[in-house]
Every structure is written in structure tokens, then in C-alpha cells.
Nanobody, 114 residues
Framework: VQLQASGGGLVQAGGSLRLSCRTS????????MNWYRQAPEKQRDLVAN???????DYVDSVKGRFTISRDYARNTVYLQMNNLKPEDTAVYYC?????????WGQGTLVTVSS
């Protein structure tokens, strides 16, 4: 199983980024997918999740700004982040639970300058 995240970078407040997480080794059509983030010296927190059927949920702080989606043809989950704020600065990780354990991508750094 591999989760390969990409798309992070440096952006000014109010800007946008789209994160991608390409998966392999899982049946992407039936796996729920998650995006977490970890800010410096803070715990890793769930940001958004999407079920196998495409239903999405978000932490309150990103509702209306972030959108999680999935491309079944590319086995890829995305996180579109708009109107970014400095407090969104963190390492973002994609995650799934498959065959009895959690799997994590390598993380991609998002830095939002004020």
C-alpha cells in the first residue's frame, strides 16, 4: 500500500492550493479516505474525509473553504483549499484504513503567509 501526497507549497493568505494523494495497493472504490494536518508542536487532526460513495465531512474550521473529492479512475483523492489562512499552515497527510491498519502518506507542507 502506498499513499503519495503532493501539492503543498507557500501561498499568501487568501490564496488556494490543491493537494493530491495518489493511492496504490488498495481497492480505492471501497476505501474511505481522509486528510489530516499537523501544525508545528500540535497534534495531528482530521481535516476532511470522504466515504467510498463520495459523501464528505469537514472540521468546522475549514467548512466552506476546503473541498475533498476523489477520482476513481486515477485512484486519487484531492483536497482543494481556498481562502487559505495562516492558521492552515501545517503538514497535510492523506490517510486510509485498509486490511486492519491505518496507512499514511508522507505528508506535504502547506505554508500560508500573512
Amino acid at each position: 500500500v502506498q499513499l503519495q501526497a503532493s501539492g503543498g507549497g507557500l501561498v499568501q493568505a487568501g490564496g488556494s492550493l490543491r493537494l493530491s494523494c495518489r493511492t496504490s495497493g488498495i481497492n480505492f472504490r471501497i476505501a474511505a479516505m481522509n486528510w489530516y494536518r499537523q501544525a508545528p508542536e500540535k497534534q495531528r487532526d482530521l481535516v476532511a474525509n470522504v466515504t467510498s460513495g463520495g459523501s464528505a465531512d469537514y472540521v468546522d474550521s475549514v467548512k466552506g473553504r476546503f473541498t475533498i473529492s476523489r477520482d476513481y479512475a486515477r485512484n486519487t483523492v484531492y483536497l482543494q483549499m481556498n481562502n487559505l489562512k495562516p492558521e492552515d499552515t501545517a503538514v497535510y497527510y492523506c490517510n486510509t484504513f485498509w486490511r486492519g491498519r491505518e496507512w499514511w502518506g508522507q505528508g506535504t507542507l502547506v505554508t500560508v503567509s500573512s
